[in-house]
């Protein structure tokens, strides 16, 4: 796939081929982080929307029927208490008689397909307050029915990506600017303007079923089993950690989880040589290490940082939450680990990529794993699944180059702070 951005955030321009692995460089505060940023809300905002909004639609309905009934009730004592327990089970039945009746294209049937209901159910003794009820629902019904799944979807992307953006998505230089990002998927466009955060177009033809996942904080893994205030969190942390704790029906994912288990032998052999233990929950539900040099498994908690990172990535594969050719972004995952470990982390990236045929998106300013990406690709023939990009700042403003068959300009750009330190230590000489 292809995306292409323009005034969005600090990014002025680019356009980036996602196919495998994508390696972003660069100093800070040169817009890396966007990239990722964008596909996250994309491919979660997108991920099978249509049911979703016909889910809420649905739950909408319910719950104004719901009420209305409830009101309905208030005004009759003597039917309250008989009928009380059955409002909500009458509430779902009616949303489930009408459901057909849910678009706008059909809702000429709705008045007499709820009117039938209410003569069916005989909670009204009088034809006159039945009929006012009918003609309540119907009115609210429709006000819900007549809104239009575009405008709801563009609702849903606006929240999105202010969320994640904390609702700096349009450019701070330029504020008349329309912020334009589209994603060719599969040959097909993918297609978003913006202004002043507010998504004002969106079309695409492209059903996206796949998730993206946000790993920039290895610490949310600290929360899996502890109290914590989720309004605090960031968002693209509050989602990870819905899956990190999902404890769903004993079949949910069964598939995913025994492939991924299948396929975790090689990623599992390179952690055992680190820290010779693997990863198991304890009788209270924690995540802990369990290890042969220690009589009892580690906390969670107690782990390097760096661990932590690998365990988020291992608990999602192993209880199938990240499946198959989901989208998978790292934001600095080097940034806890010595120079040894990054090298360990990187290979565990490209075996990821090359078993589980993920979409990543890694941002380093890291040579060490840099270098270590280029020889890991080329060691398990993987070479031609990595893009390399160099994110530069111009006029307060960002753009990315494609530097694939040209990762020396990273190295360099890289390299330059410690050229400039040997520089320093020849003049005190």
Not at 18 to 36: H, L, M, Y
Not at 54 to 68: D, G, S, T, Y
Not at 262 to 267: H, N
Not at 409 to 418: A, C, G
Request: charged share 30%; with cysteine; glycine share 4%.
């Amino acid at each position: 796939m292809q995306l292409e951005l323009n005034n969005v955030a600090k990014i002025k321009k680019a356009t980036i081929n996602i196919d495998g692995i994508t390696v972003i460089a660069g100093e800070n505060n040169t817009g890396k982080s966007t990239i990722g940023k964008v596909l996250y809300s994309i491919f979660n905002s997108m991920s099978n929307m249509e049911e979703k909004i016909v889910r809420e639609k649905r739950n909408r309905i319910e719950n104004i029927v719901w009420l209305l009934v409830q009101n309905w009730s208030m005004e009759h004592e003597a039917n309250k208490v008989e009928n009380r327990r059955n409002y909500r089970i009458w509430a779902r039945k009616l949303t489930e008689n009408i459901t057909e009746f849910l678009m706008p294209e059909n809702s000429e049937n709705l008045e007499e397909s709820i009117r039938q209901f209410v003569k069916e159910t005989k909670l009204w003794n009088e034809p006159v307050e039945a009929e006012e009820f009918v003609e309540e629902c119907v009115m609210k019904l429709k006000s819900i029915i007549n809104i239009s799944d575009e405008k709801v979807m563009m609702e849903v992307i606006t929240r999105w990506f202010n969320r994640v953006f904390e609702k700096q998505l349009s450019p701070l230089t330029e504020d008349s600017a329309v912020s334009k990002i589209d994603l060719i998927l599969k040959d097909k466009l993918v297609k978003f303007r913006f202004e002043n955060n507010t998504c004002v177009e969106w079309n695409t033809d492209v059903n996206i079923l796949h998730e993206a996942f946000y790993i920039d904080n290895p610490f949310v893994i600290d929360y899996m089993t502890n109290g914590f205030f989720r309004a605090e969190m960031k968002s693209t942390d509050a989602h990870l950690l819905d899956y990190l704790c999902k404890e769903e029906d004993i079949f949910d994912n069964i598939f995913e989880a025994v492939l991924a288990k299948d396929k975790l032998g090689e990623i599992d052999d390179i952690l055992s040589n680190i820290v010779g233990g693997e990863f198991v929950t304890n009788q209270d539900g924690g995540y802990c290490l369990a290890s042969k040099k220690f009589s009892k498994p580690i906390n969670i908690k107690n782990l390097s940082t760096g661990l932590k990172t690998f365990a988020l990535i291992k608990r999602l594969l192993e209880n199938g939450s990240l499946k198959e050719k989901d989208i998978l972004i790292l934001d600095e995952p080097e940034i806890h680990l010595h120079p040894e470990w990054q090298l360990a982390y990187a290979e565990i990236i490209v075996l990821l990529q090359k078993k589980f045929d993920l979409t990543m998106i890694i941002t380093t300013h890291s040579p060490y794993f840099l270098d270590a990406i280029d020889v890991f690709s080329a060691k398990y023939e993987m070479s031609n699944k990595v893009n390399y990009y160099l994110a530069e700042s111009r006029d307060e403003v960002s753009y990315l180059q494609d530097v694939t068959n040209n990762i020396d300009v990273i190295y360099k750009k890289l390299s330059d702070p410690l050229q400039k330190l040997e520089n320093i230590r020849s003049g005190l000489v």
